[in-house]
């Protein structure tokens, strides 16, 4: 028992040694037994006392006087047999306690959902995309039927390229088609993850695939949605990784074509470019929906729109004017006009004039924070397009 409590004590408390028994070693045991006889004697028994003298890490001060040798053992006599043990005494249980009051249960969280369809049509303009959306969405109602019906259903696919000017909306249309799909039963979430180039292409070799499995991984069950994808093959480096990217995109969308879509957006020639780079490309996107330039009545709409939501409103000649600059925006237009970009724009120009006209007024009130003067709205040279 003394052995076994002995290599216990040093295995699992080393720490309590002295540092001459660190690190531990057999060599050293028989001092560390004396060592622990003398620091816990009531676990050692009657054991020979420990030679100060020999361990030098106790000074003089500390030494002791030899104890004289201990006496032999008495004969042991006969002891009664042990009485049983008996159990301590338990303690009175608590009383019982009241049941509890059964709580009501909280109420589910109500999810408001808005109609895809509903929010499609109240969009400023974009008619012919309007209806492009809804054939697409009446095609897949119709393949949903024929295979209930036990029908064949010929293999399309769901990945769409949106060509167009910045501006046109081809984000928010995105978005609104990822809920058309997951109502449809097409897409689990129908969420829409955003990307470009950057987010895809790496700067230095094997870390594209990783980025590409990244974003891929965040779109599942929704829509992955590539702004400017033509990009992702316009580079003339040749250590660009590009082209690496839609190799592995390319992989990604036949592993999880059950779980993904696709969207590439941008410019309509650079686009179709991309799609032809590559076969595989060409046979997964099929569908091409146009985003036109907004009419200057559409974009008379938006601006009016961002006055209401910011509380602002037209007075006196400003809107004939606003309209004149519109027109000379929509006229003078030319490749990359921002459409709804270039509105935000010229809303952002005019509230700038309004704050200086107003700086130096003296007596500024409520109506006039709220009105935009006809002194207030730019010419078309003013704006950013």
Same mark, same amino acid.
């Given at each position: 028992i003394l052995n076994l409590g002995r290599?216990?004590?040093?295995?699992?408390?080393p720490r309590g040694l002295p540092e001459y028994l660190r690190p531990i070693d057999y060599w050293n045991l028989d001092r560390a037994y004396d060592h622990l006889k003398h620091m816990y004697p009531y676990n050692m028994g009657k054991a020979p006392p420990l030679q100060y003298d020999e361990n030098p890490y106790f000074s003089k001060q500390?030494?002791? !006087? !030899?104890?004289?040798p201990p006496q032999p053992p008495e004969p042991p006599q006969q002891q009664k047999p042990p009485s049983p043990p008996q159990s301590p005494p338990q303690p009175p249980s608590p009383p019982?306690?009241?049941? +509890?009051?059964?709580? !009501?249960a909280a109420p589910a969280p109500v999810e408001t959902k808005q109609d895809p369809f509903a929010e499609l049509r109240g969009l400023t303009g974009l008619a012919p995309v309007k209806k492009q959306v809804e054939t697409v969405a009446n095609l897949e109602k119709v393949n949903q039927a024929r295979r209930?019906? %036990?029908l064949p259903v010929p293999e +399309?696919?769901?990945?769409?390229?949106?060509? %167009?000017?910045?501006?046109?909306?081809?984000?928010?249309?995105? +978005?609104?088609?990822g809920r058309i799909y997951r109502d449809l039963g097409v897409l689990k979430k129908g969420h829409c993850t955003e990307v470009s180039r950057?987010?895809?292409?790496?700067?230095?070799? %094997?870390?594209?695939?990783?980025?590409?499995?990244e974003a891929v991984e965040q779109a599942l069950d929704g829509v992955l949605f590539i702004d400017e994808a033509y990009s992702l093959i316009s580079s003339d480096s040749n250590n660009d990784f590009g082209i690496e990217a839609v190799t592995a995109l390319l992989k990604f969308m036949e592993d999880y074509r059950d779980r993904l879509v696709v969207i590439a957006a941008g410019y309509r020639e650079e686009m179709q470019g991309f799609v032809d780079s590559n076969p595989g490309l060409k046979s997964r996107f099929k569908t091409f929906i146009d985003f036109p330039d907004y009419e200057p009545s559409d974009l008379m709409e938006i601006f009016r729109g961002l006055c209401a939501r910011n509380g602002m409103e037209l007075t006196g000649k400003a809107p004939p004017k606003l309209k004149k600059t519109i027109h000379a925006l929509y006229t003078g237009r030319g490749k990359g006009f921002g459409n709804g970009r270039a509105v935000r724009n010229l809303f952002e120009v005019c509230m700038e004039r309004?704050?200086? +006209?107003?700086?130096?007024?003296?007596?500024v009130g409520i109506e006039d924070l709220k009105q935009l003067a006809a002194a207030d709205i730019p010419g078309p040279e003013e704006v950013r397009t």
């Open positions: 290599d216990v004590a040093i295995l699992l408390n500390q030494q002791k !006087p !030899p104890q004289p019982p306690k009241p049941p +509890r009051e059964k709580q !009501p209930k019906a %036990g +399309r696919s769901n990945h769409l390229v949106f060509t %167009g000017n910045p501006g046109t909306g081809k984000t928010t249309v995105a +978005r609104i088609i950057v987010d895809l292409v790496a700067e230095y070799i %094997g870390q594209t695939a990783p980025k590409v499995a309004q704050a200086t +006209r107003l700086a130096e007024a003296h007596d």
